[in-house]
């Protein structure tokens, strides 16, 4: 899926070439001798220029572009195109745990984590499809806000879905929509505007929220033994997953995005920051706190204001 993905990849930072209308560089006044022309050895005939034009620079028509598109309608159909697949996509995986879970193939539990796991992680690599608009950003919050809107009204009994219930709820409670899964599509929405495919704070911060928080469930039921003796509803090897597999999906995450072009890293010096909020997190996630704030907003938070403090130095 991620080498799918790259190749419709549209990065910031990479060069990419525009059919967009560009203005050549010439005089702003008006007469015969504001003009010039290129000779065979592209040198100046008339008038002095110190920018010469590549075929890239030639302005080309509108109807040139596709369906004769002017480049911010291109932009809006190319958003709203991802958008739909996206969300395709989403649905497509909470159908197919949710088909698993009523054959009997996975329990509910396990289920409900790898819906967790599985589409925060998607929807993260599904960013790059989006255009390099200012607007991207927005289209792509269409995604988790129908879903936080899904959420909304079965959680509060407006309509009924005992699929969507069984496989992201722990008893099978609609009311348990509004606590946990409404928060956990909150935080996208919120790192979706805030930091975007520009800033590695939120691709970290969901990382832990998503692979590191899930991977500690499902570890720590099947082999949590040992507890944590400040809190015995944790377990050591929950949170040394947690701890392992938040960082190395923070990186792999990174990894993805640094090479897509969006930003350049040190990794040396990546990693022990991303060690650092990896610890940080798994120590707020081991606390006894679940009842008072949910891992959902306590994992995120903590993990953007320790990544916001690395990264910003």
């Not at 969901?206 to 991977?215: E, F, I, R, S, Y």
Request: proline share 6%.
């Amino acid at each position: 899926m991620i080498m799918i993905l790259l190749s419709f990849a549209q990065p910031s930072r990479l060069p990419t070439f525009s059919t967009r209308r560009r203005r050549p560089d010439i005089s702003t006044t008006h007469n015969l001798n504001s003009l010039w022309l290129l000779g065979p050895k592209r040198t100046p005939i008339l008038g002095v220029q110190t920018h010469y034009p590549t075929p890239f620079d030639v302005p080309l028509p509108a109807k040139c572009l596709p369906f004769g598109l002017t480049p911010v309608a291109e932009d809006l159909l190319h958003d709203t195109g991802a958008t739909a697949a996206v969300l395709g996509g989403a649905y497509a995986l909470v159908f197919t745990f949710n088909n698993l879970t009523q054959r009997k193939l996975i329990n509910q539990g396990l289920s409900r984590k790898l819906v967790h796991i599985l589409s925060g992680l998607f929807f993260m690599v599904s960013w790059p499809i989006f255009s390099t608009s200012t607007v991207a950003r927005y289209f792509a919050a269409v995604v988790p806000a129908v879903n936080c809107f899904r959420l909304l009204v079965h959680g509060l009994s407006l309509a009924s879905d005992e699929g969507l219930v069984k496989s992201v709820t722990r008893e099978g409670n609609p009311q348990e929509l509004l606590r946990g899964p409404l928060y956990y599509v909150l935080v996208l929405i919120f790192c979706d505007l805030a930091f975007w495919r520009e800033s590695p704070i939120g691709i970290i911060s969901l990382a832990m929220m998503c692979g590191g928080d899930g991977v500690a469930d499902i570890v720590g039921r099947r082999f949590g033994s040992v507890k944590i003796p400040y809190n015995p509803q944790k377990s050591w090897a929950g949170s040394i997953a947690m701890f392992v597999f938040g960082f190395l999906l923070s990186i792999g995450m990174l990894y993805y995005y640094s090479v897509l072009g969006y930003f350049q890293l040190d990794w040396v010096s990546t990693m022990q920051k991303v060690a650092l909020v990896s610890f940080v997190a798994t120590a707020v996630e081991s606390l006894p706190t679940t009842e008072a704030v949910d891992d959902n907003i306590s994992v995120p938070l903590a993990s953007m204001a320790v990544a916001f403090l690395s990264f910003s130095n």
